[in-house]
C-alpha cells in the first residue's frame, strides 16, 4: 500500500511538470546508484535525503528545474553518464541507441526479441511488439489458438501457425530456434502494424500491440477506403509501412546511426552469443534489403520510389553511386 501510495503520488507531480514518465525514473535510479558508488556525492546532491522515496522526490525536482547535476541528468542516462565520467558508463545499462529502455533483466536470449530490441528505429520495445506471444504456449493450447487467428498477414499463414505449434517442442526452443528467416518474417510483421497504427493514428492497443487484435492488416485497408476514398489494398498499405519505416530509418543513419549502436545491453539476457547474435543481424540486414553496415542499399531505396533518398546518400558519402 505505502509502495502504491508513493508511485500514484510521485506520477502526479511528474505529471503536472510534464516529463516522460518512462525514462525519468530510470534517470533518478541511475542518479541514487552513481552516489552510492561514490561518484556523485554529497556535494553534488546537497541535503540528500536518506529514506529512499524522499530521494525520488528530491531528483525529480532537480531535474525539472536543472539544478545542480540535475542539469545534466536531465540529459538522460547516456549522456549523463558520459558527461559526469568517472566510471558512471559502467551505470549505464539499460540503453540501446542512447534511449532508456524497459528496466527488464532476462536469462536465456530471446533472438525474435534480440532482432526488435538492437534495429527498432523507434528505439523502444513496446514501440514493436504484439503480434505474436513472448512464449512458448501450452500444448494443449497451440491448436485453438491457430484455429482462430485471422490476423496473420496473407501468404504467412501456414508457416507462422506451424511455428506456434511446434515452438517448445523438443530441439524446438530460444536461442537456437526458429530458423533466421523465420524470425526476420515475424519481426517484419510486427514491426509493420506499429507503423500502420502509427500513419493512420490508431492505438497501438486496438491493432499492433495484443495479440489477436480487432484491427488488423486485413480490415484496414477496407477502413482506410471507407474514411479517405483512397483505394487502399493489403499489399499497398504494407508497402507503404515499409517505405516509412526505412525512411525514419535513413533520418537516423543521416543523423549518425552506426550498426555498433544497434545492440541490447550487455546484461539484457543472461546468456548470449555474440557470434549467433551478429549472424541474427546479418540475415535480418539481408532480408529487409539493407547492407552489412544496416543501410538500405541503392536497390531498395528505388523500388520503394525513394529515389531522393539514395541520392542524398550518396551525397553524403553514406553510399557509393552505382
Known amino acids: 500500500a505505502d509502495d502504491l501510495d508513493f508511485g500514484l503520488k510521485i506520477a502526479a507531480i511528474a505529471q503536472s511538470y510534464g516529463v516522460d514518465g518512462y525514462t525519468t525514473p530510470q534517470v533518478m535510479a541511475f542518479a541514487i546508484e552513481l552516489y552510492e558508488a561514490g561518484i556523485l556525492t554529497d556535494q553534488d546532491l546537497p541535503n540528500f535525503p536518506?529514506?529512499?522515496k524522499e530521494r525520488f522526490y528530491y531528483l525529480l525536482d532537480m531535474i525539472v528545474k536543472r539544478e545542480g547535476i540535475g542539469d545534466i541528468l536531465a540529459k538522460g542516462v547516456y549522456w549523463a553518464a558520459r558527461e559526469i565520467g568517472k566510471g558512471a558508463e559502467k551505470f549505464d545499462h539499460n540503453t540501446i541507441k542512447k534511449h532508456?529502455?524497459?528496466p527488464i533483466k532476462l536469462g536465456m536470449l530471446n533472438p525474435i526479441y534480440f532482432i526488435m530490441w538492437s534495429t527498432g528505429e523507434k528505439i523502444n520495445i513496446t514501440q514493436i511488439?504484439?503480434?505474436i506471444p513472448q512464449a512458448p504456449l501450452p500444448k494443449?493450447?497451440?491448436e485453438d489458438f491457430v484455429k482462430d487467428w485471422p490476423q496473420v498477414p496473407t501468404g504467412k499463414e501456414e508457416r507462422f501457425k506451424q511455428f506456434i505449434l511446434e515452438w517448445g517442442e523438443e530441439g524446438k526452443v530460444f536461442p537456437f530456434w526458429p530458423p533466421a528467416d523465420l524470425i526476420a518474417e515475424l519481426v517484419e510483421w510486427q514491426e509493420i502494424m506499429h507503423y500502420i497504427d502509427d500513419c493512420l493514428g490508431l492505438c497501438a492497443g486496438l491493432s499492433s500491440?495484443?495479440?489477436k487484435p480487432p484491427y488488423h492488416i486485413h480490415n484496414l485497408p477496407l477502413l482506410i477506403s471507407y474514411a479517405t476514398g483512397m483505394d487502399m489494398t493489403e499489399e499497398r498499405l504494407w508497402e507503404t509501412a515499409?517505405?516509412?519505416r526505412n525512411l525514419v530509418r535513413a533520418n537516423n543513419i543521416r543523423r549518425g546511426l552506426k550498426r555498433s549502436?544497434?545492440?541490447p545491453p550487455d546484461d539484457h539476457w543472461k546468456k548470449r552469443f555474440p557470434?549467433?547474435?551478429a549472424k541474427l543481424m546479418e540475415e535480418y540486414y539481408k532480408y529487409r534489403g539493407w547492407n552489412s553496415e544496416g543501410i538500405p542499399t541503392k536497390e531498395t531505396l528505388l523500388k520503394l520510389g525513394m529515389p531522393e533518398v539514395y541520392e542524398d546518400f550518396v551525397k553524403r558519402g553514406i553510399l557509393k553511386d552505382e
Do not use: H
Request: zero cysteines.
Open 50 to 52: 536518506k529514506d529512499n
Open 100 to 102: 532508456e529502455q524497459i
Open 209 to 211: 500491440f495484443p495479440l
Open 140 to 142: 494443449e493450447a497451440r
Open 242 to 244: 515499409t517505405r516509412v
Open 275 to 277: 557470434e549467433y547474435e
Open 129 to 131: 511488439e504484439g503480434q
Open 261 to 263: 549502436e544497434e545492440r
